[in-house]
C-alpha cells in the first residue's frame, strides 16, 4: 500500500501550509483515528488558484493532501470536481477500479489504499475538505 | 497457568492474517476472543433449552429461565454482588446511559426516585481518562438536568491528580474507571469512594478493563455502581452487567420501559417491577447471559489471580522491549505500580495509523486512535496512540513479535537512523 510516490509526497508535502488569501476553509476530522486537516481555497473566476493546508495526521492523509493540491490548482472547479470524484471511486472501490493515469496522475499510488477499507477515509480527507471548502466558496458568493 | 493449553480453547489464535501470517492478537481491550466453552454453552442453550424466559409455564420455558438465572447468580457472585444487584444489559455504556437517564427521569418520578434528582448547580465527577462511554452520558445528563460536569486531571504519569479539584456537597455522582483503557492505569477507587463518600455523592465504577483480568468485588470495593461488558471477558457481545446497590436500585426509576419489567398495565399508566426486573424491559438476550456465565467459570477455573500475575508480566515485558526501542514514548505509567495490561505509546516521527499499518502485515493486531478516550489524548497532546492490550491467551512471545514489529515500522518510514525528529504536523 505505502508505494513510494505516497512516501515521496508525506516526507515533502507540496504546497504545504497555510496561505492567505483565500475564499473558503474548511476543518475536517476522522473520528475514528484523530487524523484532521484545515483546508483553503482560493478561486480566479472559475479557475482553483491555491489550495493551502495544514494537516495532523497518518501518512496517507498527508500524502493524499499533498497530491491533491498537484492534481486541482490551475484547473476550473468543474475539471477539479470530476478528478475529485474519479479519485473517490477509486479509493472506494475495494481494488477493483482501475486508476486512470491521465486523470488522476500520483493519485493512482493510492489505488492500494482502496484494499484496506480502515485507510480510505484518511485517503479522501483532504478531498473532502476540498469539497467543502468549494461549497462554502460558493455559498459565500 | 498453562497458557499453551488455555490457547487451544480458542480456535481463532489458530488463524493466519495477511499472507499467511500467524495472528498476534493484542487488541482485547478492544474486545476479548471466546474459548470454545463460552461458544459451546451458548450452542448447546439454544439447541436444547431456548426459549422467552420469565414468560410462558411450559417446560423450556422453565429450562430457559432457569439457565438465565442461574447465569446470573454465578456472575454475581464472580464480582462480590447478589443476584438481584445484577441487572442484564446490552453491555457498559448501556448500564452507564441506563444510570444517567434514571437520573434525569427521577424529577417526573417522585418518590423513592428523589434521591437521584440533579438540579442546575450540582456536580458530576468524572475523569480526564474516561472512556466515552463514562464521559458522554454524563455530559448529556448535565445538558439535561442543568448540572455541571467537573473532572480530575491526569499527571504527565497517566495518574488521576487527586489535588486537581475538590468535591463539595453538590457532588451528586462521582464516575471512574477502575483502570484507564489505554494508559493502563488502575485509579485509586478507595480513596475516590471516601471522597465520594464524604459528601455524599453516589460513585459509579466503570469497571469493562478490570473485571475480565483481576478479582474484583463491588461489595469490598464499596461502590454504588459498577458496569462491565461480556465482550471483554471472554464472552458473548451484546451482554453487560450494571450493578447497582439494592437499595439504590430499588428507589431507581426504569430507562427503558416495555414488556417484562412492569408490575402492573392498565391503558392509563402502569407500575414496575422490583429490581433486577425493572431494568430489563423486552426479551432478555437469553443465550449471550449462558454464555457470560460460562465465561465466569472459564475464568474463576484458571483464576483471577493468576491471569492478573500473568498479563503483567507480560506488561512488564512488553515495557522492558519497547524501552529499547529508540523514539518510542509510553503514553502512561512505565511502572507496573497500580498498572494493568494496556500499553499506549507513540513512535515519533511516524502517525500511529501507520505504525498500525506496518504492524498489520506483520500480522500483529492492535488499535490506533484514541481509543474512545480523545480529550485524554489532547491532555497529552497527541493525536493518535497505538495501544497493545493483553489477555488470558497472550505470549511472551507475542510482546517480542509486537516490539520486533515497531522496529520493523520505524526502518521502513525511515526514522530509524535517528534523524526521526520530525514531528506529524504538517503545514504552518
Known amino acids: 500500500m505505502y508505494q513510494e510516490i505516497i512516501l515521496d509526497h508525506y516526507r515533502t508535502p507540496h504546497n504545504a501550509g497555510l496561505r492567505e488569501p483565500f475564499d473558503a476553509e474548511s476543518f475536517q476530522i476522522n473520528p475514528t483515528c484523530g487524523d484532521e486537516i484545515t483546508l483553503r481555497v482560493r478561486l480566479e473566476g472559475d479557475k482553483v488558484a491555491d489550495v493551502s493546508y495544514e494537516t495532523l495526521g497518518c501518512s496517507i492523509s498527508q500524502a493524499s493532501a499533498s497530491v491533491l493540491t ?9 475539471d477539479s470536481l470530476t478528478v475529485l470524484r474519479a479519485f473517490q471511486e477509486m479509493a472506494q472501490g475495494r481494488g477493483q477500479v482501475e486508476p486512470d493515469e491521465d486523470v488522476l496522475g500520483d493519485g493512482v499510488a493510492f489505488a492500494g489504499v482502496a484494499r484496506y477499507p480502515a485507510r480510505v477515509k484518511c485517503a479522501l480527507l483532504g478531498w473532502m475538505a476540498f469539497k467543502d471548502a468549494l461549497v462554502r466558496s460558493e455559498e459565500k458568493a | 497457568m498453562d497458557v499453551t493449553k488455555i490457547r487451544a480453547d480458542f480456535p481463532i489464535l489458530s488463524r493466519t492474517v495477511r499472507d499467511g501470517k500467524p495472528l498476534v492478537y493484542l487488541d482485547s481491550g478492544a474486545t476479548s476472543q471466546r474459548p470454545r466453552q463460552v461458544l459451546d454453552a451458548e450452542r448447546a442453550f439454544l439447541e436444547q433449552h431456548n426459549a422467552a424466559v420469565h414468560r410462558g409455564a411450559h417446560q423450556l420455558a422453565e429450562e430457559a429461565t432457569d439457565a438465565y438465572e442461574a447465569a446470573r447468580a454465578r456472575i454475581a ?11 442484564f444489559t446490552k453491555n457498559a455504556t448501556e448500564g452507564v446511559n441506563l444510570v444517567a437517564y434514571a437520573s434525569s427521569n427521577a ?13 442546575p448547580g450540582d456536580e458530576i465527577v468524572v475523569t480526564e481518562l474516561e472512556h466515552h462511554a463514562n464521559l458522554v452520558p454524563w455530559q448529556e445528563l448535565c445538558r439535561r438536568t442543568g448540572a455541571t460536569l467537573r473532572w480530575y486531571s491526569v499527571t504527565d504519569e497517566g495518574r488521576v491528580d487527586l489535588d486537581s479539584i475538590e468535591l463539595t456537597e453538590r457532588t451528586k455522582i462521582v464516575a471512574f474507571a477502575h483502570q484507564s483503557n489505554v494508559l493502563g492505569t488502575v485509579l485509586p477507587v478507595a480513596e475516590l469512594v471516601a471522597r465520594a463518600k464524604a459528601v455524599g455523592a453516589l460513585t459509579l465504577l466503570d469497571a469493562c478493563q478490570s473485571v475480565p483480568h483481576m478479582p474484583v468485588h463491588f461489595g469490598d470495593l464499596d461502590v454504588d455502581f459498577a458496569v462491565f461488558s461480556g465482550h471483554k471477558m471472554l464472552g ?8 447497582g ?36 424491559a423486552g426479551v432478555p438476550m437469553t443465550s449471550q447471559a449462558v454464555g457470560l456465565g460460562a465465561a465466569v467459570d472459564y475464568l474463576t477455573e484458571i483464576g483471577m489471580d493468576a491471569i492478573h500475575e500473568h498479563e503483567l508480566e507480560l506488561v512488564e515485558r512488553a515495557l522492558a522491549g519497547l524501552a529499547e526501542v529508540p523514539g518510542v514514548r509510553i503514553v502512561g505509567p512505565r511502572d507496573l505500580v497500580d498498572r494493568g495490561g494496556a500499553v499506549a505509546f ?13 504492524l498489520d502485515d506483520q500480522g500483529v493486531a492492535v488499535r490506533v486512535g484514541h481509543h474512545c478516550a480523545w480529550p485524554l489524548h489532547r491532555r497529552f497532546g497527541v493525536a493518535a496512540t497505538v495501544r497493545a492490550s493483553f489477555h488470558v491467551y497472550s505470549t511472551p512471545e507475542e ?14 518510514f525511515g526514522v530509524s537512523s535517528g534523524d526521526g525528529s520530525r514531528g506529524t504536523r504538517r503545514g504552518g
Not at chain 2, 107 to 119: M, Q, W
Not at chain 2, 236 to 243: A, E, H, I, K, N
Not at chain 2, 249 to 276: D, H, K, N, Q, W
Open chain 2, 399 to 412: 510482546v517480542d513479535a509486537l516490539v520486533d514489529a515497531v522496529r520493523a515500522a520505524r526502518d521502513f
Open chain 2, 245 to 280: 446497590r439494592r437499595e439504590l436500585l430499588e428507589a431507581m426509576p426504569p430507562f427503558l420501559t416495555g414488556g417484562s419489567m412492569i408490575e402492573m398495565v392498565r391503558m392509563e399508566g402502569s407500575t414496575y417491577a422490583a429490581p433486577p426486573q425493572r431494568f430489563e
Open chain 2, 77 to 87: 457472585a464472580f464480582v462480590g454482588a447478589a443476584p438481584d444487584e445484577v441487572v
Open chain 2, 236 to 243: 458473548p457481545s451484546g451482554v453487560g452487567v450494571l450493578y
Open chain 2, 107 to 119: 424529577a417526573a418520578f417522585g418518590g423513592a426516585a428523589d434521591r437521584f434528582v440533579l438540579e
Open chain 2, 346 to 358: 507513540v513512535v515519533d516521527g511516524i502517525h500511529a495509523h501507520d505504525v498500525g499499518q506496518v
Open chain 1, 70 to 78: 498537484d492534481l486541482v490548482v490551475g484547473k476550473s472547479v468543474a
